[in-house]
């Protein structure tokens, strides 16, 4: 389970997580929508630790992210994450940027490592691409390879930063139907997302963001259909 | 003007030469590995937090990068002697060439540390890779590749800087050598002209040998 509380982050002057506060439990899909700047990304960014915070704090699985005592390296293995571009290594192949991790990281033998890369990228379907380096691949099997690339740590948990938002729209379809599989396969997700279909269908709760607070938070239905803030009806307006 | 060439004595000559051929490619090789290791350090302080540190990185890559060679030669030799260090001409040169090369290389390896953007390390830290991993599996391959070709020109260049050692009277390189020859016999043309031939070839041999490791290496 990950728990957020009462999170404040500013870069210098600018405050940017005002106070945010969620809990996503075991098997739950919570996707996050809100305008850019709004501060989706550093909520991700600290959840896994990239980014420190100023005051409150974030739980996963009961352990305190940003804890002095807390090994953060390990941590991560259990959180996968996919950024919005630039995830891929251009000086590996699509197989050694699945194995890297499991090989150095987590130790593995190249043979484990291959087996257990290979049946992910099956899973994403680039099991063709293996000996490909990334600079040949289109957005969205990058974006795929991401994906395939972190599941491949057996992560507890995925966070997604807009993987679809630098796609062409013809590839956006191949990404999402792949998170939706996730889903499907009961992964516990957190979405940023500014795609409002998949949201509304895949998720589980939909979380709207707004300068660096949670302004609203409920089922799909909730917050499509009946949303009582206005600014979520704002938002939903100038987006739908 | 009547100068008939004489080639027999010249080529003669050839084994002296290829002797010489060798300590300048000595001296470059060198010069590029001290120049290396300054350029690393230079790179780091350009980007130190300490004024200081910064002036002194900056000051050497611009003073390195916008004067003549046979300025930083001259004055590896006979300006360090006014300050009491002195060199002999050997070390007078590898240490005007070095000092030419870490400058350059400084800047070299700025622009690569640019060329490879920090979501890099970012997306290497979220697998939980740990910084030094990070850098050495992610960053340094990238980065070794993007310095790769400026760094083979730099090692062209030192080894045709050698040959200003002349002035500060180095007389076991290439130049040094064929310098000699030319006092002793007076054939100029001769022996400058199998030197060049020399030098090209020693500078083709090192692009030629830089595209092969290049193409084993960098393979995206
Ligand atoms: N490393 C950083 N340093 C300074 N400001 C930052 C940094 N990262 C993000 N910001 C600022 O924080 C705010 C929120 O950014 P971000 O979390 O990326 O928003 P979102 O993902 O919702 O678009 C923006 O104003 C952005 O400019
Ligand atoms: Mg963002």
């Known amino acids: 389970m990950i728990e957020i509380e009462n999170v404040r982050k500013s870069f210098g002057q600018l405050e940017v997580l005002k106070g945010v506060s969620l809990a996503v439990d075991r098997g739950e899909v919570v996707s996050v929508i809100g305008g850019s700047g709004s501060g989706k990304s550093t909520l991700l960014m600290c959840i896994n630790g990239l980014e420190p915070i100023d005051s409150g704090r974030i739980l996963v699985d009961g352990v305190e992210v940003h804890a002095r005592s807390t090994d953060l390296n390990k941590l991560r293995r259990k959180i996968g994450i996919v950024f919005q571009q630039w995830n891929a290594f251009p000086h590996l192949t699509v197989l050694e940027n699945t194995t890297l991790a499991l090989r150095k990281v987590l130790g593995k033998s190249r043979a484990e490592a291959d087996a257990i890369a290979i049946k992910q990228l099956e899973h994403v379907g680039l099991q063709d691409k293996l000996k490909v380096f990334p600079g040949k691949l289109s957005g969205g099997q990058q974006q795929r390879m991401a994906i395939a690339r972190a599941l491949a740590m057996s992560p507890s948990y995925m966070l997604f930063d807009e993987v679809t938002s630098a796609l062409d729209p013809q590839l956006v379809g191949e990404v999402l139907d792949t998170m939706r599989l996730l889903a499907d396969e009961g992964m516990t997700m957190i979405v940023v997302t500014h795609e409002m279909g998949f949201a509304r269908e895949v998720s589980n709760r939909v979380a709207f963001f707004k300068d660096g607070l949670i302004h609203e938070i409920g089922t799909p239905k909730q917050i499509f259909e009946q949303p009582q803030r206005p600014e979520t009806a704002e938002f939903l307006g100038s987006v739908l | ?220």
Request: glycine residues 8%; without cysteine; positive net charge.
């Open chain 2, 1 to 220: 003007m009547n100068y008939t060439f004489h080639w027999r004595p010249a080529f003669r000559a050839l084994p002296e030469m290829l002797a010489g051929s060798l300590v300048t490619l000595q001296i470059a090789v060198l010069s590029m590995v001290i120049g290396i290791a300054i350029a690393v350090l230079l790179a780091v302080m350009t980007g130190s937090k300490s004024r200081w540190l910064r002036g002194i990185a900056g000051t050497w890559i611009e003073v390195a990068r916008n004067t003549p060679a046979l300025f930083q030669i001259y004055i590896a030799y006979f300006g360090l002697g006014q300050i009491g260090i002195h060199l002999d001409s050997y070390l007078a040169l590898l240490a005007g060439i070095t000092f030419n090369n870490a400058g350059y290389l400084a800047e070299t390896f700025r622009g690569g540390l640019r060329a490879v953007p920090q979501t890099q390390v970012r997306a290497a830290r979220s697998l939980g890779f740990g910084p030094i991993a990070a850098f050495r599996l992610i960053v340094l391959p990238q980065l070794f590749r993007a310095v790769f070709h400026p760094m083979t020109n730099q090692m062209v260049w030192a080894i045709l800087m050698t040959s200003l050692g002349v002035v500060v009277g180095v007389n076991t390189d290439l130049t040094g050598v064929t310098q000699e020859l030319n006092v002793r016999t007076f054939r100029t043309f001769e022996y400058f002209a199998i030197a060049a031939v020399l030098y090209y070839l020693i500078a083709k041999v090192v692009t030629l040998g830089a595209r092969l490791i290049a193409w084993r290496l960098f393979r995206y």
